[in-house]
Structures are given as C-alpha cells and as structure tokens.
C-alpha cells in the first residue's frame, strides 16, 4: 500500500530562520506526493505537489518541497518562517486502491516563535 | 463558490443515536469522499464516490453509510452512534480528470459521542 511517514510530532523554529517539515513515502510505482496545512479550528488546506518533473515543486505561501527519490523523501521547506507559518503540517500520498483518495501521514505541529 | 460546505459544526450524540451529516461542492466535482481526524492519526479514508450512484469504502467505514444521489451533495450516516466514532469528520472533492489533482476540504464536523 501507498504510505508517508512524518517523522516529527513537532518542529520548533523562530522566525526568519528556514524550515524544514520531514516527510519519507512507500510506494510502488510512481509517487504522486501532497502537502496540505491545517490552521486551527479549519479544514485542511492544498500547498502543493509532486506528480512528475522538477524535484523542486514550489506552492502556495512560500513554501516549496523537494523530491529526493533515491531517499524515498519529500520535505516541506521555506526559507524564511513567519509567525503565521504556525500550524498542522500533513503530508499525502495518492492511495490507488481507493479511487483518487489520499493516505496521510499522521501530521506535524510547526511551530514559530518570534 | 462557496467550495466545499458542512454541516453541523459541532454534534454531541447519546450512544444508539442516528444522524447525518451533511456535505456539499458547488465546483462539479466528480470525487468526492468522507475522512475522520483523530489525534496522532492523521486522516483516514470513511467512504468515496466517483460520481453520483457510484460509492465505495475506505479505510474505515465500518458504522457508516454513504449515498451519493446528485454530484454536489454527499452525506455521511452514522447508524447507531458509539463513543468510538467520536472524531473531526472532513468531507473533500476534487475533479477526476488528469488523475492527481489535489482535492478540497470542507471546515469540518467535530462530533463527540456520549
């Protein structure tokens, strides 16, 4: 089955230092890889994804990802984390067993102090 | 567009009560599905549908049930309600064609079973 992990509960960062948001998948065949945020209290929110091309994906908010398949990961980054950048981080995989549905990792809490 | 809609925000249920929620896209989106958020679990997959009459299930759907009779509406029934359903229930919709397109999510439910 198609799978992610995120290795982290929570990552601490001050703001305008960079982060990085970890996230290692197990799939057979191609990846199809997500990033979503989820704000208190609101439902989850499209940064971006990796289906094919560029190992760099850019998204939404500054933020960016990296494909690396050789160690089977993609990490969420941004150079400069902002206050705001605060939140539920989750990252998906396309589950091909279920139509388009997605199989998330369990989440991380960002978290950016001042 | 009002996106992805749910409703209520907040049900307590007694054990042994029945109810629905309900979700609705205003996009014309052809997936839709249903997933619950529990803590340190991330989301997991309840039910799905491709299109109006066509439904199937997830992860987890023991204890629900699912209709899909137009494309925009998609309402999740608890039959009998047990303080294991106790959970954040997220409905989401995205289009089909291209096959990995992200998908959108409504506010959510929060429901607590006595």
């Known amino acids: 089955a198609q799978s992610v992990a995120q290795p982290e509960d929570q990552v601490n960062v001050a703001e305008g230092n960079p982060l990085t948001v970890k996230c290692t998948y197990s799939v057979s065949g191609n990846p199809y890889l997500f990033w979503y945020v989820q704000y208190p209290n609101r439902g989850l929110q499209f940064l971006l994804k990796y289906i094919t091309g560029d190992n760099l994906v850019k998204g939404s908010y500054g933020f960016e990802a990296e494909f690396n398949k050789s160690q089977t990961s993609f990490h969420l980054k941004k150079p400069s984390a902002l206050v705001s950048d605060s939140a539920l981080y989750f990252c998906?995989?396309?589950?091909?067993?279920?139509?388009?549905?997605?199989?998330f990792g369990k989440g991380t809490s960002l978290l950016v102090t001042p | 567009n009002a996106g992805v809609t749910q409703t209520p925000k907040f049900q307590v249920l007694k054990t042994g009560q029945s109810m629905t929620l309900q979700c609705a896209q205003d996009?014309?989106?052809?997936?839709m599905s249903w997933y619950r958020q529990d803590p340190g679990m991330g989301l997991r997959l309840i039910h799905y549908s491709v299109g109006a009459g066509i439904t199937d299930q997830g992860e987890v759907p023991n204890g629900y049930n699912v209709s899909r009779s137009t494309t925009e509406d998609f309402p999740l029934r608890l039959l009998s309600a047990a303080p294991s359903q106790t959970s954040v229930y997220f409905c989401?919709?995205?289009?089909?064609?291209?096959?990995?397109?992200?998908?959108?999510f409504g506010p959510g439910t929060r429901l607590t079973v006595l």
């Open positions: 996009m014309n989106h052809e997936y």
């Open positions: 998906a995989v396309r589950d091909g067993n279920s139509g388009y549905a997605l199989n």
């Open positions: 989401a919709s995205s289009v089909i064609s291209g096959g990995n397109n992200e998908q959108f």
